[in-house]
């Protein structure tokens, strides 16, 4: 997982409150194991809508518990394939949160003036290591967020789950070593 530092750009606003991720991603598309391809699926039902209009970039601003419903995982991969780096919203459905830090796709959790002055810009920065929204636009602003101290380390240096188990490298082969047997365990009877 690339490290993140600062996500610059252009936003795309959904306007949604309550987005559930068989929306993000429908059922009809889970049949692949693979992080990667579901971009072109993202909101498919909704993008047959005459008028959608959602493009890829960096920044997606959207509203109140985003990513609630089912579990998937399907529905970060597909919105990090489909081009959004961050998604800032007023709240989050807590597994999507931690699905979507897991492949580096930041949420960022903002209140709502926040996210609609944001979204009025329609571009702005998102400064992860000083956990810093700005944005331009007629009313220029920034403000700050919150994250969880070791989701702001694991995204800031790029550690996915494996990487942080790599490194208790030294850890984990002395605890096997010390654990190698030579042969099957018999208790007396």
Same mark, same amino acid.
Request: glycine share 10%; net charge negative; with cysteine.
């Given at each position: 997982?690339?490290?993140?530092?600062?996500?610059?750009?252009?936003?795309?606003?959904?306007?949604?409150?309550?987005?559930?991720?068989?929306?993000?991603?429908?059922?009809?598309?889970?049949?692949?194991?693979?992080?990667?391809?579901?971009?072109?699926?993202?909101?498919?039902?909704?993008?047959? %809508?005459?008028?959608? +209009? &959602? !493009?890829?970039?960096? /920044?997606?601003?959207? #509203?109140?518990?985003? =990513?609630?419903?089912?579990?998937?995982?399907?529905?970060?991969?597909?919105?990090?394939?489909?081009?959004?780096?961050?998604?800032?919203?007023?709240?989050?459905?807590?597994?999507?949160?931690?699905?979507?830090?897991?492949?580096?796709?930041?949420?960022?959790?903002?209140?709502?003036?926040?996210?609609?002055?944001?979204?009025?810009?329609? %571009?702005?920065?998102? +400064? &992860? !290591?000083?956990?810093? /929204?700005?944005?331009? #636009?007629?009313?220029? =602003?920034?403000?700050?967020?919150?994250?969880?101290?070791?989701?702001?380390?694991?995204?800031?240096?790029?550690?996915?789950?494996?990487?942080?188990?790599?490194?208790?490298?030294?850890?984990?082969?002395?605890?096997?070593?010390?654990?190698?047997?030579?042969?099957?365990?018999?208790?007396?009877?």
């Amino acid at each position: 997982m690339d490290p993140i530092t600062v996500i610059k750009g252009k936003v795309s606003v959904l306007d949604r409150d309550d987005v559930d991720t068989d929306q993000i991603m429908p059922k009809q598309f889970l049949k692949r194991v693979e992080r990667t391809g579901f971009g072109e699926f993202v909101f498919y039902d909704w993008r047959q %809508e005459e008028g959608w +209009d &959602l !493009p890829p970039n960096p /920044i997606l601003v959207t #509203g109140n518990n985003f =990513g609630c419903g089912s579990s998937r995982e399907h529905a970060p991969w597909g919105l990090e394939d489909y081009g959004f780096k961050a998604i800032v919203a007023p709240s989050f459905a807590d597994i999507f949160f931690s699905n979507s830090t897991k492949i580096g796709l930041l949420p960022v959790i903002a209140d709502q003036a926040v996210c609609d002055a944001l979204a009025a810009a329609g %571009e702005g920065e998102i +400064d &992860l !290591p000083n956990r810093e /929204i700005r944005w331009g #636009g007629e009313q220029p =602003g920034s403000a700050t967020f919150e994250l969880d101290d070791e989701i702001h380390h694991r995204l800031v240096n790029g550690l996915d789950d494996i990487a942080i188990s790599l490194l208790q490298d030294e850890a984990i082969s002395a605890y096997e070593a010390g654990g190698e047997r030579t042969g099957p365990v018999t208790t007396a009877l």
